[in-house]
C-alpha cells in the first residue's frame, strides 16, 4: 500500500467522514489519528441516534471520522459453517443510508437489501439435496439497519433466552492503537492461551464500546435459516393472558412467558384511560416448499369505509405525536400565565383526549363470532423477527432509555412503574413501553452478563419539545432505583446519572470485570485515540 493513500471521503452532517476500502487504509486513518493526537470517531448506521446526531456534537477539529461503507463484504467458510463480515456492512437494508445521497462514484456501496448480511446468509445455498437450505443467525434485533461493528459494539440483542446474536461470534478483528502504531489483532473465543473467560480479551473487545479500536471483521458461527410462524394480540391490561404486575397468580407468568416462547415482545400503553398491552409471539420452523410469506405489519395502512389505501398509517401516528408535542408547549406557557385554565386543559389533555386518540392507534384485536381475532404472521426468519424494521425513523423517530434487570425482577418492576403512574399520571407520557428479555452473556460489559434479563424501553418521540434527560427520563430511573431495583442500562442508548460520580460508580459496581476491561482497553489505547468525550464523561473517574 502507498504510504499516503488516496481515502475517499464523504460529508454527512457537515463533516467529512474517510471511507477507508480496505484494514490497510484503517491502519492508516489509525496512525495518523494517533500522531495528530486526534479522536476516531466511527459512525455506523447512527442507529444510536441522539448521542450523535447534532451538527454541534459532530463537528470537531480535534476528531478523524470514519465511515466503512466500503468495507462490507461477506466470505463464507462451508466446512465449519462460519461467516466472516466485515465490519461496515450493514445487518439488513439501512433505509438512513447516507451513502443514497453520495455521488455516483460511491453508489455501489450503498446498504441495499441483496448487499446486507441476512441476505446474504439467508440465499448462501450449501446443500444441492436441498435447494431451500440457506445459513441464518439465531437471532436479530427489533431493528436491522444497523452495521455489524456498532451492533456488537454496544451489546445490542434480540428477544430469545435460548440463543442470542453475539453469542454466535467466534472471532473479532480490530485495528486498535499501540505505543509504536496501530496494530491488526484478532481475538478469539477459542483462544488456547486463554482457557478461562475471565481472562479472555476477547470477551472484554466483543462488547467494546468503539473504545479498542476500529472492527474490520468479524466471524459468525451459523444455524441452517429457517422461518418463523406468529400472531400478534392486543387486549385490555385486565384481559391481558399474562401476569405482569404479579396480582394474577392464576395466569401465566412472566417468566414463563419469557421462557417458553422463542421469540417475545410486549408493548405496554399505562395511560390510564388505554391500559392496553399488544403482545407478540412466534416460533421458528423449517423451510419448506410452497411456504408464502405473510409478513407482520407493525402498523397498517390507512382503511377509509373498510377498503386499504396506500397511506401509511404511521403517517397519521406522526402527526398526532406532533400535536401532542404541539399541546404539551401550549400548556407548559399557559402555566405559568394561566394556572387555573392550565389545570382544567392539563387534565382533560390526559383524562379524554389522549387516551381517546391512542386507543384508535392501539386497537383491540377485532372479534368474530365472540372470539378475539389476532393478527395471524408467518415470514422468513430476517423478514418479521426484526418486527420495528419497516417503521419510518422520519415519521416516527423514537428515542430509548433501555434498562436490563435480572429476570426475575420483572414483574415488580411493571408493578413499581403501575404504582407510580397511577399516582403521577402526567408523567407517563404519550407514548408505549417496550418490553422482552434477553439471555445471558459472557461478554464482560453486556449487560445481560452472566445472567437473563428482563428490558424495558422508555419511548420518547424524538420530535417532542425538550428533552427526555430534564426529567422524563431521570424521574423514572429514580423510581426504580429507590425501590431497590438494580439495572443496567444498553450502552447504545441514554445512559442515566451523566457524567457524576454517583453514576460511574452505579456503572462500575455492576459489572465484575470492570477494572480488567479498562485494563486491556488502556493497553490496546495507549493514546487515547478512542474515548470520545461523551464516553469519558460517562465512564472515566
Known sequence: MSPNPVIDTLMV?????????????????????????????????????PLISSLEAEVNAGRLYILLSKMKAVTFNDASRQVTVEGGCHLGYDPSDPLDAAPAALAAYRSTLENSL????????????????????????????QTVGGFLSTGSSGSNLFASFNEQLVSVTVVTGGADGARVQVFSKDDPKYPNKNENPFYAVGVGLGMFGVIVSATFQCVDNFNIKGQESTTTEADCPIDLFGDHPEKESLVDFFTKKT???????????????????????????????????????????GIETPLPLELCAHLMMN?????????????????????????????????????????????????PQPQQFQDVWYGSIPMDDKISDTLIPVWFTELWFPIETGVKVLSTLKTFFQQNPDIVGNFSYEIYPARHSDFWLSAAYQRDVFRIDMFWYGDNAGSPLNEFYPTLWNE???????????????????????????????????????????????HQVFVSDYWRSHLFA
Not at 399541546?327 to 387516551?355: G, T
Open 263 to 305: 421469540y417475545k415482545r410486549i408493548m405496554w400503553w399505562p395511560q390510564s384511560g388505554v391500559n392496553r398491552t399488544v403482545i407478540w409471539q412466534a416460533e421458528p420452523m423449517p423451510v419448506s416448499a410452497g411456504f408464502v410469506p405473510n409478513p407482520y405489519k407493525e402498523i397498517p395502512n390507512i382503511k377509509i369505509m
Open 480 to 526: 426504580l432505583y429507590n425501590a431497590g431495583l438494580v439495572f443496567r442500562p444498553h450502552w447504545g442508548k441514554f445512559l442515566p446519572a451523566g457524567d457524576s460520580q454517583e453514576g460511574k460508580a452505579y456503572l462500575r459496581n455492576n459489572y465484575p470485570n470492570w477494572d480488567q476491561w479498562m485494563a486491556i482497553r488502556e493497553q490496546m489505547d495507549p
Open 118 to 145: 441476512v441476505y446474504q446468509l439467508d440465499n448462501h445455498r450449501t446443500d444441492p439435496q436441498n435447494p431451500l437450505k440457506g445459513w441464518a443467525l439465531p437471532d436479530l434485533g427489533g431493528i436491522i439497519h
Open 13 to 49: 452532517n457537515g463533516v467529512s467522514y474517510n471511507l477507508p476500502a480496505n484494514t490497510d487504509e484503517v491502519v492508516y486513518l489509525v496512525n495518523q489519528a494517533q500522531q495528530a493526537k486526534q479522536v476516531v470517531c466511527l459512525r455506523g448506521a447512527a442507529h444510536s441516534r
Open 323 to 371: 400535536g401532542f408535542s404541539d399541546i404539551d408547549v401550549f400548556l407548559s406557557k399557559l402555566k405559568v400565565q394561566h394556572p387555573v385554565a392550565y389545570e382544567f386543559l392539563k387534565a382533560l389533555d390526559e383524562k379524554e383526549l389522549v387516551p381517546f386518540l391512542l386507543k384508535l392507534f392501539v386497537p383491540l384485536d377485532p372479534v368474530v363470532n365472540g372470539t
